[in-house]
T-cell receptor, first 115, second 109 residues
Framework: EAQVTQNPRYLITVTGKKLTVTCSQN?????MSWYRQDPGLGLRQIYY???????DKGDVPEGYKVSRKEKRNFPLILESPSPNQTSLYFC??????????????FGSGTRLTVV | QQPVQSPQAVILREGEDAVINCSSS?????VHWYRQKHGEAPVFLMI?????EQKGHDKISASFNEKKQQSSLYLTASQLSYSGTYFC??????????FGDGTTLTVKP
């Protein structure tokens, strides 16, 4: 089944403890992206990747890191999480942004709580 | 710059129509629409790539007025399954997408 898989689905952590949220897609998509969703603020883009080893900042990159070493994986890293990073996170992928012919396939989301 | 969606919320009876608007203050590459049900991921509905384009399937369609930098989503003869939050996403630079705050649609029997 074609899908974007995020793990974990739920995570509670403490301030300052490094964590990684994984994202993997099995559709051979070039483009991948991370979003956070907060009540009343919609989806805000954190980072995106046009292809392997190519990443760029979205609108809210502060406090996050990403890497794209393989086409299928795009992990989101929080080096020192803070309570204001408590949010619902979505990973998304698309075949090719350059062709602009497809919308995004989203993962099921990761609900992160930082205490 | 985030696109602006209107209205923020709509309540309908089954069979009624609705229009959701999405506008931007800057030029757009494309506009895409998603529906998100509570506790689930957004699901892609359609993408419009150029001005004047209109698309639709079943009773959901959309238009893109590039000149006015706005798009509208049309839901006709709404069904209970149409309930959810609708987001428009826009791209001004390839790869960099911005979403509106969403429009919550509630369809009642």
């Amino acid at each position: 089944e074609a899908q974007v898989t995020q793990n974990p689905r739920y995570l509670i952590t403490v301030t300052g403890k490094k964590l990684t949220v994984t994202c993997s897609q099995n559709m051979n998509h070039e483009y991948m992206s991370w979003y956070r969703q907060d009540p009343g603020l919609g989806l805000r883009q954190i980072y995106y990747s046009m292809n392997v080893e190519v990443t760029d900042k979205g609108d809210v990159p502060e406090g996050y890191k990403v890497s794209r070493k393989e086409k299928r994986n795009f992990p989101l890293i929080l080096e020192s999480p803070s309570p204001n990073q408590t949010s619902l996170y979505f990973c998304a992928s698309s075949l090719s942004v350059r062709d602009r012919v497809e919308g995004y396939t989203f993962g099921s989301g990761t609900r992160l709580t930082v205490v | 710059q985030q696109p602006v969606q209107s209205p923020q919320a709509v309540i309908l009876r089954e069979g009624e129509d609705a229009v959701i608007n999405c506008s931007s203050s800057k030029a757009l590459y494309s506009v895409h629409w998603y529906r998100q049900k509570h506790g689930e991921a957004p699901v892609f509905l359609m993408i419009l790539l150029k001005g004047g384009e209109q698309k639709g399937h079943d009773k959901i369609s959309a238009s893109f007025n590039e000149k006015k930098q706005q798009s509208s989503l049309y839901l006709t003869a709404s069904q209970l399954s149409y309930s959810g939050t609708y987001f428009c996403g826009t791209c001004r630079v390839a790869g960099k997408s911005t979403f509106g705050d969403g429009t919550t649609l509630t369809v009642k029997p």
